[in-house]
Nanobody, 114 residues
Framework: QVRLVESGGGLVQAGGSLRLSCAHSATILRFKTMGWYRQVPGKQRDLVAAITGDGSTNYADSVKGRFTISRDNAKNTVYLQMNSLKPEDTAVYYC????????WGQGTQVTVSS
């Protein structure tokens, strides 16, 4: 079975930093584009960052210059480094393959206080 397990969220003050981790169990995902998504209750889930199998990255305009997505394929892990956090970044953060979604994990809550 393929699992996606997000971790690293928490409560931080505006301007602070967090690093999220997404551990997956499928070697094939090393060659696929992976993304970080976030969702606020009552709103759609938005893609905030993506990384291809060879390391090319893309970001939503709202997080450019503040967030960095990376991956360590030897550890089957995708990371999201979040700096200069703002209250509007508050959401549940999820990871998944970008082009073919697996079953969503539980996500990790990020709360940024003003």
């Amino acid at each position: 079975q393929v699992r996606l397990v997000e971790s690293g969220g928490g409560l931080v003050q505006a301007g602070g930093s967090l690093r999220l981790s997404c551990a997956h169990s499928a070697t094939i995902l090393r060659f696929k584009t992976m993304g970080w998504y976030r969702q606020v209750p009552g709103k759609q889930r938005d893609l905030v960052a993506a990384i291809t199998g060879d390391g090319s990255t893309n970001y939503a305009d709202s997080v450019k210059g503040r967030f960095t997505i990376s991956r360590d394929n030897a550890k089957n892990t995708v990371y999201l480094q979040m700096n200069s956090l703002k209250p509007e970044d508050t959401a549940v953060y999820y990871c998944n393959a970008k082009d073919f979604w697996l079953q969503w994990g539980q996500g990790t809550q990020v709360t940024v206080s003003s």
